[in-house]
């Protein structure tokens, strides 16, 4: 008798938990809530990327709600924006830029806010003071390291390579930005080692690019990472074109738009690789314990309309490995 109720008991706890189970996975959740921070449009294919990686990893838009703050390129804006994102406590923060992450990591600390964050490509973030070591980041930031300031002097190398009739590179930097620093003193430290001449022009200084009266035939542009320098890309490829000089830029976007040729890990990758950090964040991984990874991939992309159009000789070993970009193919879809 005794065993029949034991039995009998358990069995009812047994369909109480099913049943339970059963209820729990069909009652309707909140959305997952995910900051986005980006400084300007340009950084929008990063987003893009984002949300096709956390799509292929099985999310759908009613299990994220993006919370979008574009800045449009002004610094003021990205602070204030920044406050009323941390307002709305989102579950988890994903920055496309180093600004933006310098910036909110700055919020953070005065407000005491603990909140996951991942940057989807930041170059030097050990340097920049968000993570502590690149193994075991220690705190509340990790994602992509792309790798931009590391490989100034290769991208340098690679652009007088190309073209060996290049006398001297202007290099486009930004003295406001930490990261553009860095990338300069790469860049330097390069152009000593490789005999190259160079002349660093800083455009935090100026509201436009004012080199066309000195700039010269056998000369090049080389881009260094910052977000004004990006809003300036149409300024800098018209300079490029008007003077008929090779133009190396650190994205595809940029070669797309007419430079000669770019050197990095694409906006699209470096947000669809971010895309694994949010899921296992959103899994209850904690950042602090998630290595920093460099970026899938990097390319080496030339514009073949702007190739074509440049009167130099190329190298031609170095036109045999790049990949080509098609304008007039990309613009008709």
Known sequence: ?????????????????????????????????????????????KFIGLKKGLEELGFINKEITYIVKNANDDEGKMKRQIVALLDDNPDIIVTLGGVESTLLKEEM?????RIPVVFAGVAAPKELGLIEDYRSPGGLFTGINNYHTSISGKRLELLTNLVPS??????????????????????????????????????SKNSNVNLRNSIKKEEALLILPSFRIE???????????????????????????????????SFYSQG??????????????????????????????????????????????????????????IAGG
Request: aromatic share 10%; net charge negative.
């Open 231 to 265: 809003a300036l890309t149409d300024e800098l490829v018209s300079l490029a074109t008007e003077k008929q000089i090779p133009a190396m830029g650190l994205y595809e976007f940029e070669a797309e738009k007419g430079m000669l040729a770019s050197y990095g890990a």
């Open 166 to 203: 290049i006398q001297l590179v202007h290099v486009i930097y930004d003295s406001k930005i930490e990261i553009s620093q860095l990338s300069l003193k790469e860049t330097k430290e390069a152009a000593k080692k490789l005999n190259i001449r160079i002349h660093p022009y800083d455009v």
């Open 1 to 45: 008798m005794k065993t029949k109720w034991y039995l009998f008991i358990v069995t009812i706890i047994a369909v109480s938990a099913i049943i339970f189970s059963v209820l729990k996975f069909h009652q309707k959740e909140e959305p997952f809530k995910v900051g986005v921070l980006m400084m300007g449009k340009n950084r929008d294919q």
């Open 272 to 329: 669809y690789q971010a895309a694994r950090f949010v899921s296992l964040i959103i899994k209850g991984n904690s950042p602090a314990d998630m290595p920093v990874e460099l970026p899938d991939s990097i390319r080496f992309v030339i514009n073949k309309e702007t190739k074509d159009a440049i009167d130099v000789l190329y190298n031609q070993d170095l036109l045999s490995i790049a990949e080509y970009i098609y304008p007039d193919q």
């Open 109 to 113: 600390s005065e407000e005491n806010k």
